[in-house]
């Protein structure tokens, strides 16, 4: 099971323009519904559609050249149109490898979707629309770029209304899965060496707009709200702002946030606190200092500890998320993640490896090192590219000191006490499933890992 599934706030944008353009449009949400290629099909068909819509992301893009694959072969005269990510980020290399599409809209769409969709409507060739590529002719338009937020309609939930009524949509810390996800601004200022943001300029709603969906989600039952921000605490005064105008409406839900850590200070925190916020994410990212300064976080560890501790202190989880496989990474640099998790004890952790998405400067420091291994394709036996290092002979290196640190971290017992509290006093059998499928996958990787700072191999 996943840690969570969170409704498709980016295609509920979508159709919610489209439908306000007087457009009909469904949407089809394959990763709720646990819905395979034949199933998604088999609802295709009856709609009988003229254009198909799929978002592209790279770490999915063998099984969604395959669903491409089926709907062109089964829907032949159908127009299928790509956007997320990989069409915004590389869009004639994702005609390259899936050529089924055929066009894409980068960037943000919900302006340029509606053009597009008169234009198949009127029977003519899509052109001078925002953010518009089609497969050989040229390099196309730039992303498109939305500043006024409030000019969009708010997401379209009814058109995944199904999933809510089958709370499918959940995550580990909600027990009841009443929750839902907005989002408040667009964008993030900081260029992380590993992110593939391309807007450094954030457009933000205003608080009224904000206010009211939030208002909306709260009438239909909605106990706890993810804001979907890549980085809700940018402009502090801003969300000090939203915090005291969320505490002047009194309304009986939780919050969870992102943040960065330097913008983590204990004043900002208590109006979080008092406002209804019980998790803040962190990107940490390591515990070395030289590792931060080469992935651009723009923090220390000393900053990152200060963080997690005052978000502990006052009383809210604190989920902190970190990378490991960042070209520069060693044994040394590992073990003093470790010791940092160990010693700042977050609520929960993330621990991934590095995935060098194109348009990112790691994908493009490795690229010209010549240590980038493997690329981003639609097959599915390629497994994911990495990064190759000085101690790595293939990606298992990676995976197995991945699985020890997970199992230094985890396996203690403040980590059990702390989660059987969360299972048992807050009633989440969600996570206790979970927790044990995550057991069963790191513990047989505990010989030949990374242990104490160096690295063994099996005798």
Not at 38 to 44: D, H, I, M, N, T
Not at 130 to 137: A, I, K, Q, S, Y
Not at 240 to 258: G, H, M, T, V, Y
Not at 360 to 385: F, H, K, S
Request: some cysteine; glycine content about 8%.
């Amino acid at each position: 099971m996943a840690q969570k599934v969170f409704p498709p706030v980016g295609l509920m944008y979508l159709a919610a323009a489209l439908k306000k353009a007087g457009q009909p449009v469904r949407v089809i949400d394959a990763n709720a519904m646990s819905l395979d290629d034949a199933a998604v099909l088999g609802r295709l068909e009856p709609m009988r559609p003229f254009a198909v819509g799929v978002p592209v992301f790279a770490g999915l893009l063998p099984a969604t050249a395959a669903l491409i694959g089926a709907i062109r072969a089964r829907l032949p005269g159908v127009t299928i149109f790509a956007g997320g990510p990989e069409a915004t980020f590389n869009p004639a290399g994702l005609a390259a490898v899936v050529p089924g599409i055929d066009h894409m809209l980068r960037g943000e769409a919900e302006e340029s979707i509606v053009a597009y969709v008169d234009t198949l409507r009127a029977g003519k060739e899509p052109d001078g629309i925002p953010g518009l590529f089609v497969p050989g002719m040229g390099p196309g338009d730039a992303p498109a770029r939305l500043m006024d937020l409030d000019a969009i309609p708010v997401p379209d939930r009814e058109c995944v209304s199904e999933n809510y009524r089958r709370n499918r949509y959940y995550t580990l810390l909600v027990p009841d899965r009443r929750l839902d996800c907005i989002v408040t601004s667009r964008g993030c200022p900081h260029r992380c060496a590993f992110c593939y943001n391309w807007r450094f300029r954030q457009a933000y709603r205003s608080m009224d707009n904000c206010l009211a969906e939030i208002e909306s989600l709260r009438a239909g039952g909605t106990k706890t709200i993810e804001i979907l921000d890549d980085n809700f605490t940018a402009d502090p005064d801003r969300a000090r702002e939203f915090f005291k105008a969320i505490r002047r409406e009194r309304w009986p839900l939780r919050f969870r946030i992102k943040a960065r850590a330097d913008a983590v200070d204990p004043d900002l925190m208590r109006e979080a606190r008092a406002a209804g916020v019980y998790q803040v994410s962190i990107g940490v990212e390591s515990g070395d200092p030289g590792m931060l300064k080469a992935m651009r976080k723009r923090i220390t560890p000393e900053i990152a500890m200060r963080a997690v501790r005052t978000v502990m202190d006052l009383g809210m989880y604190c989920h902190a998320s970190f990378v490991v496989g960042f070209p520069g990474e060693t044994t040394e640099t590992m073990e003093r993640t470790v010791r940092f998790i160990r010693a700042a004890s977050p609520t929960t952790v993330a621990l991934e490896i590095l995935a060098p998405y194109q348009g990112t400067a790691v994908y493009e420091q490795a690229r010209a090192e010549g240590t980038l291994v493997g690329e981003w394709t639609v097959d599915p036996d390629a497994g994911q590219p990495w990064v190759r290092l000085g101690w790595t002979r293939t990606r298992q290196d990676l995976v197995a000191a991945r699985k020890s640190m997970l199992y230094r971290i985890y396996w203690n017992s403040t980590y059990a006490y702390r989660y059987a509290r969360m299972i048992i006093g807050e009633a989440n059998p969600t996570m206790g499933r979970y927790l044990i499928q995550e057991a069963r996958r790191t513990w047989p990787g505990l010989r030949g890992l990374v242990t104490g700072g160096r690295k063994v191999r099996d005798a």
